[in-house]
Structure formats: structure tokens, C-alpha cells
């Protein structure tokens, strides 16, 4: 494809409000909110495949819990979980069972987490193929993607469908050399059209999916008559639907911090939004006039305070800094990574004794409380509660007019 056909076909991919660049790279806060949730959760993967509490299937694991944080991405990510289903019948990924595979795995991930440079992380790519772990392939680059970003582009079979219509050839799904061989075109075309595109590899990444999917037609491919038309009009009209209901989502969310917010400062307490939603406003009111402009220092790593700053709302004890209660609000999908900050903050401040809550859709109810029973969230000493959106809104004015401490959230509050 020549230049000016590539740069076109971008500016196509860049200017379509349904397609991935605007939906789901530029402007979507969730996608960078998941890269510390899941650099987290890989290093307690690695922590429990060292110390032997990693488990013989997917179901339960911190490693479901990575892949969850994943495939709330929605669209590129929504089937990323997948490969990494136990399959007793095939005895795939191999591993759960044999203990080997299971360490090779650990210490791939912990050598990608500690990697300053690509060279490396190509290194144990190789040396993790050289193991020939049945049923563990590129999959896994999704996870490493949101570790190193701008090395590792993630991987799937729309992505890999996109590049093999892109540059006509005939690369395969399952294997590391194949992979290999991709991400090495894509980061020419990557470096090329930089100014077009971003540094982060994501940004070519959802190109090739939309291509690969059939929602971006590339030049010289729109007249085949391969090419349905009407099933594209479709798939446009539904990534339409649900961009829709994103920005929906997306202003309950706001409603929903508002509320927060306007409770804590009627209740006496310094109130923080997360930092990345300073600029957010509902119903006339911004939230940067009615939130501290920072948190206060805390005695935490860098990385930890962070994490932290990215929590939807926290409240603080007057003149003291220490968090009283902190907040996550979930959307249609987010659950894992809210509830893995908030287990971060309580692990980071345990003489903070702070009160957790979780405000989830009223449709979420048992999915939340199933959530909230798995043994590696019981374990904490502090538990998560969790309110439902229906009930903080029609009590918001209330909880301010007869509130006198935080223990009122305890009216409207759900214990599992």
C-alpha cells in the first residue's frame, strides 16, 4: 500500500467517532486506568506461582483476575481470556498441571515486569517458546502489552486478519514467530506514521482490528465483492449502539461521583475525584470546585500513591490526610480493576482503617456480591461493600441533611 493510501486509510480510522481510536484509545479513561491495575495483578500472579498458591485452573486465579481486568477493555480485548481457559480434555494451557510450565510462565512474567529494555522482552519471548508449552502462544502478549506499551502490541485474530489484509500475506494465529515477524512491520509502519498515530502501539493495533473486522475498508479491498457491505453497515450501526451507550455510562458515572462528593463535603470530610477526572462536571458542577486539586502526600511508594490517585472518590479526615472512606464506581463491565485499587489502598494505609465501597449498577447486584466472595478479596481485613446507584441517588440529599459521620453510608451499604 502506498503512502498516501495509508495515510488515508489513518485519517479514516482517526476521524470515525464508532471505530477504536476515538472509542476506545483517545478516549476512554478506563483503558488507562487498567495499566496499573494490571501490572498489580501480574505481580501477584508471579507471587502466587512462586510461593506455590497458584491454583491447577484458570477459574479462580489472580491470573483470571488479569485477564478480567483485560477483557473489560471491551472490542480489541474481548476475547482475551479465552486461550488461557483450562481444558482438561486437550490438558490446555499447560500451566495449571505441570508445575515446570507453570514456574517458566511465573518467571517470563516476572522478567517482562522487570524489562528496561524491548531486547529483553523479545529474549524471554524466545525463551518461553523454546519450552514448546502446549497451548500457551501469543495470546499472551496482551498481557504484556500493558506492561510495555510502546514495545508489545497486543495480538488476537481480528489484529492478525487486519495485517494479513493490510500487507497480503498469510500469517498464522498460534505461534511466537509469526508473531515476531508482525511486530516487527508493525513498528516500522509505527515509526513511519507516528505523527499519525501514537507512540503506544495500541493506536495501530485497533487499525488492524478494524480492518481485520471488516469496519474500516482499506483501499483497492472496496470493491470486492468479498466484501458484505450491508453486514459492514451493520457492524457500524451496532459499534455506533454501543458507543452510545458509553457516553452514557459515562455521564452515570459522573452522576454518580457527584453524588459522592457532595455527600462527603456535607458530612464534614475533605473529598478527592481521581485525578484523571478533575476535569469531569455534572449537572453544572465541576468537580474541580468541589475537590481537593491533590491528595495529600502518603507514606506510600510512588507507584502505590499512583494507583491510588486514579480511585473515583476518597474521602479524608480534616487536617490529617488519613483516607476515611475511599470509592469506586463500576460501569457495565469494570469490576476487577476498582476492587484490585481498592484492595492496593487498604494493603498500602492499614492504619488508615479506611471504609471500602464499591457503587454498581442495580443490575450488577449478584455479579458484584459473587465477585466479592473470592478468597483472595475475603482475605483482606477490610471488607468491600458495595451500594447500588438506584439507592445513592435517591438518598443523596438525605445522607447530607441527617449525616453526622461516614457510618450513615451504613443505611444504604450492602455486606456479603
Given at each position: 500500500?502506498?503512502?498516501?493510501?495509508?495515510?488515508?486509510?489513518?485519517?479514516?480510522?482517526?476521524?470515525?467517532?464508532?471505530?477504536?481510536?476515538?472509542?476506545?484509545?483517545?478516549?476512554?479513561?478506563?483503558?488507562?486506568?487498567?495499566?496499573?491495575?494490571?501490572?498489580?495483578?501480574?505481580?501477584?500472579?508471579?507471587?502466587?506461582?512462586?510461593?506455590?498458591?497458584?491454583?491447577?485452573?484458570?477459574?479462580?486465579?489472580?491470573?483470571?483476575?488479569?485477564?478480567?481486568?483485560?477483557?473489560?477493555?471491551?472490542?480489541?480485548?474481548?476475547?482475551?481470556?479465552?486461550?488461557?481457559?483450562?481444558?482438561?480434555?486437550?490438558?490446555?494451557?499447560?500451566?495449571?498441571?505441570?508445575?515446570?510450565?507453570?514456574?517458566?510462565?511465573?518467571?517470563?512474567?516476572?522478567?517482562?515486569?522487570?524489562?528496561?529494555?524491548?531486547?529483553?522482552?523479545?529474549?524471554?519471548?524466545?525463551?518461553?517458546?523454546?519450552?514448546?508449552?502446549?497451548?500457551?502462544?501469543?495470546?499472551?502478549?496482551?498481557?504484556?502489552?500493558?506492561?510495555?506499551?510502546?514495545?508489545?502490541?497486543?495480538?488476537?485474530?481480528?489484529?492478525?486478519?487486519?495485517?494479513?489484509?493490510?500487507?497480503?500475506?498469510?500469517?498464522?494465529?498460534?505461534?511466537?514467530s509469526e508473531y515476531l515477524a508482525i511486530?516487527?512491520?508493525?513498528?516500522?509502519?509505527?515509526?513511519?506514521?507516528?505523527?499519525?498515530?501514537?507512540?503506544?502501539?495500541?493506536?495501530?493495533?485497533?487499525?488492524?482490528?478494524?480492518?481485520?473486522?471488516?469496519?474500516?475498508?482499506?483501499?483497492?479491498?472496496?470493491?470486492?465483492?468479498?466484501?458484505?457491505?450491508?453486514?459492514?453497515?451493520?457492524?457500524?450501526?451496532?459499534?455506533?449502539?454501543?458507543?452510545?451507550?458509553e457516553q452514557q455510562e459515562e455521564h452515570?458515572?459522573?452522576?454518580?461521583?457527584?453524588?459522592?462528593?457532595?455527600?462527603?463535603?456535607?458530612?464534614?470530610?475533605?473529598?478527592?475525584?481521581?485525578?484523571?477526572?478533575?476535569?469531569?462536571?455534572?449537572?453544572?458542577?465541576?468537580?474541580?470546585?468541589?475537590?481537593?486539586?491533590?491528595?495529600?502526600?502518603?507514606?506510600?511508594?510512588?507507584?502505590?500513591?499512583?494507583?491510588?490517585?486514579?480511585?473515583?472518590?476518597?474521602?479524608?479526615?480534616?487536617?490529617?490526610?488519613?483516607?476515611?472512606?475511599?470509592?469506586?464506581?463500576?460501569?457495565?463491565?469494570?469490576?476487577?480493576?476498582?476492587?484490585?485499587?481498592?484492595?492496593?489502598?487498604?494493603?498500602?494505609?492499614?492504619?488508615?482503617?479506611?471504609?471500602?465501597?464499591?457503587?454498581?449498577?442495580?443490575?450488577?447486584?449478584?455479579?458484584?456480591?459473587?465477585q466479592l466472595t473470592r478468597p483472595s478479596?475475603?482475605?483482606?481485613?477490610?471488607?468491600?461493600?458495595?451500594?447500588?446507584?438506584?439507592?445513592?441517588?435517591?438518598?443523596?440529599?438525605?445522607?447530607?441533611?441527617?449525616?453526622?459521620?461516614?457510618?450513615?453510608?451504613?443505611?444504604?451499604?450492602?455486606?456479603?
Amino acid at each position: 500500500m502506498s503512502t498516501d493510501s495509508f495515510t488515508h486509510l489513518i485519517n479514516d480510522y482517526k476521524q470515525n467517532p464508532n471505530l477504536l481510536y476515538q472509542s476506545w484509545f483517545l478516549h476512554n479513561e478506563d483503558r488507562l486506568k487498567a495499566f496499573r491495575s494490571i501490572r498489580r495483578g501480574v505481580i501477584q500472579v508471579v507471587s502466587d506461582i512462586k510461593d506455590g498458591s497458584f491454583p491447577n485452573d484458570f477459574k479462580g486465579s489472580s491470573l483470571e483476575f488479569v485477564l478480567s481486568c483485560i477483557t473489560e477493555q471491551k472490542q480489541v480485548f474481548e476475547g482475551a481470556s479465552h486461550p488461557f481457559y483450562w481444558k482438561p480434555k486437550l490438558r490446555i494451557p499447560d500451566i495449571y498441571e505441570n508445575q515446570d510450565h507453570k514456574r517458566y510462565f511465573g518467571q517470563f512474567l516476572e522478567c517482562c515486569l522487570k524489562a528496561t529494555k524491548p531486547e529483553t522482552i523479545i529474549s524471554e519471548i524466545n525463551k518461553l517458546d523454546a519450552h514448546k508449552i502446549k497451548g500457551l502462544g501469543p495470546a499472551v502478549a496482551s498481557i504484556v502489552y500493558f506492561l510495555h506499551p510502546t514495545w508489545i502490541p497486543p495480538f488476537n485474530t481480528a489484529i492478525i486478519n487486519g495485517y494479513n489484509r493490510l500487507y497480503n500475506e498469510r500469517r498464522k494465529l498460534g505461534s511466537w514467530s509469526e508473531y515476531l515477524a508482525i511486530r516487527e512491520k508493525m513498528l516500522l509502519a509505527n515509526s513511519e506514521y507516528r505523527s499519525f498515530l501514537s507512540n503506544d502501539l495500541g493506536a495501530l493495533a485497533g487499525l488492524l482490528f478494524e480492518v481485520g473486522s471488516g469496519n474500516l475498508l482499506t483501499p483497492g479491498l472496496a470493491e470486492q465483492p468479498a466484501v458484505d457491505r450491508d453486514k459492514l453497515q451493520k457492524q457500524i450501526e451496532k459499534r455506533h449502539k454501543g458507543v452510545v451507550n458509553e457516553q452514557q455510562e459515562e455521564h452515570t458515572h459522573s452522576e454518580m461521583q457527584y453524588h459522592l462528593l457532595t455527600i462527603g463535603r456535607a458530612l464534614g470530610y475533605d473529598v478527592a475525584a481521581a485525578r484523571n477526572d478533575m476535569s469531569r462536571h455534572y449537572n453544572g458542577h465541576a468537580f474541580s470546585f468541589l475537590s481537593l486539586p491533590n491528595l495529600p502526600a502518603l507514606p506510600v511508594s510512588p507507584e502505590t500513591s499512583q494507583t491510588i490517585g486514579l480511585i473515583d472518590i476518597v474521602w479524608l479526615e480534616k487536617g490529617t490526610g488519613r483516607i476515611i472512606c475511599a470509592f469506586e464506581v463500576e460501569k457495565s463491565t469494570s469490576i476487577y480493576s476498582g476492587i484490585l485499587r481498592l484492595t492496593d489502598l487498604v494493603c498500602s494505609l492499614p492504619d488508615h482503617a479506611t471504609s471500602l465501597y464499591l457503587v454498581v449498577p442495580d443490575s450488577r447486584r449478584k455479579e458484584v456480591e459473587l465477585q466479592l466472595t473470592r478468597p483472595s478479596i475475603m482475605q483482606t481485613n477490610t471488607p468491600i461493600r458495595y451500594m447500588l446507584m438506584s439507592e445513592l441517588r435517591a438518598h443523596c440529599e438525605a445522607l447530607c441533611k441527617f449525616g453526622d459521620s461516614h457510618r450513615v453510608l451504613e443505611k444504604i451499604a450492602y455486606s456479603v
